[in-house]
């Protein structure tokens, strides 16, 4: 099965190496959050409504962005056109074989509501699917079993904080959502992404239809759909897709629990992947200057090869190595170098 091309995933976050000791040879290693913005967010889309198609998918493609369309595997109406939306470098997901609520489903029915429906998918549309949507945002101990056994991430959920920030350690199974409405003011919109903004968070939206739709849920105007992507473009918010930005966080969270080994000049980062983690994920890092004594030139290696540091000073770590080595040759005349 041949899968899609996929753009590539840039990762970051915030960690320090090991705390330096007077005149010690490793330096602070600060790693780039959100891929360099001052925040995050994810425009999610559920059901697959036409209106998807006609309004939202061409506005996205106008900004170069790219977003993520939660599909009911035994409803999908217009097949081709979603695969030239993949094609584009959008994402599709799992939200289920029929769209029914939690409580509807026995055991037998809620592992064919999403395992089934992840495979119809896969086989529909040749891609490798790795997140999914609860439907009605409900979720169950049956359903979520299921889920976390064949996905990386799940948007649903109840919760009363809706931004992610770095310091939070989320349920990889249930990411909190914010959804449109139709009575809700553009203004209302605009607060929700200051807040993400001031926060510095990972803020996710849920779509339905939108402005000439026959069927979706509460459907949005394009006025208002515009809105917020004007309003999102005047900020340094990085806007990606729901595996985009919830694979470098779910990274962040895998390296700062990387086994650290450190051996005279030379520190080793290890770490295993979780199931189901993408390919072609990156992550920027780059060395935080602390004046210290003694620290002398930096280097970084992976798998045997040399990596080298944009204008900017930032290197681009390959994650799905699974390793990361820092060398440091102390400064002549320092202790270290005794």
Do not use: C
Request: charged fraction near 25%; proline fraction near 6%; hydrophobic fraction near 35%.
């Amino acid at each position: 099965m041949r899968r899609p091309r996929q753009a590539a995933l840039s990762l970051g976050f915030f960690i320090s190496a090991s705390a330096l000791w007077a005149g010690g040879p490793f330096p602070e290693v600060q790693v780039v959050p959100w891929n360099g913005h001052k925040a995050a967010t994810s425009l999610t889309f559920d059901g697959g409504d036409p209106s998807q198609l006609d309004v939202a998918v061409p506005e996205l493609n106008q900004r170069h962005w790219h977003g993520t369309f939660f599909l009911i595997a035994n409803h999908i109406v217009r097949k081709d056109e979603w695969r030239k939306v993949l094609a584009s470098g959008h994402e599709i997901g799992n939200h289920t074989l029929d769209h029914q609520h939690a409580k509807e489903l026995a055991s037998a029915d809620e592992e064919s509501q999403v395992v089934g429906a992840r495979r119809v998918l896969q086989k529909e549309f040749g891609i490798q699917v790795y997140t999914f949507a609860y439907p009605f945002n409900e979720t169950s101990p049956g359903l979520k079993k299921w889920v976390e056994s064949t996905h990386l991430l799940a948007r649903g959920g109840n919760t009363d904080r809706y931004e992610i920030t770095p310091d939070q350690d989320p349920d990889w199974m249930e990411i909190p959502a914010r959804g449109t409405l139709t009575d809700i003011p553009l203004s209302s919109y605009r607060k929700w992404i200051d807040a993400d903004y001031r926060k510095g968070g990972w803020l996710v939206w849920v779509i339905h239809g939108l402005e000439g739709t026959p069927s979706g849920g509460e459907p949005i105007s394009q006025k208002n759909f515009e809105g917020i992507l004007d309003d999102l473009q005047s900020k340094d918010i990085w806007v990606g897709t729901f595996l985009e930005v919830g694979s470098y966080f779910r990274a962040e969270k895998i390296f700062e629990h990387a086994s650290v080994k450190e051996v005279d000049s030379e520190k080793d980062w290890s770490w295993d992947l979780p199931d189901h983690f993408p390919d072609r994920v990156f992550l920027k890092l780059r060395l935080v200057p602390s004046g210290e004594r003694g620290v002398g030139k930096v280097e970084f290696r992976q798998d045997g090869r040399k990596l080298t540091p944009d204008s900017q000073g930032i290197y681009t770590i390959d994650f799905n190595l699974k390793g990361l080595t820092m060398l440091v040759r102390p400064k002549l005349g320092s202790l270290n170098s005794l």
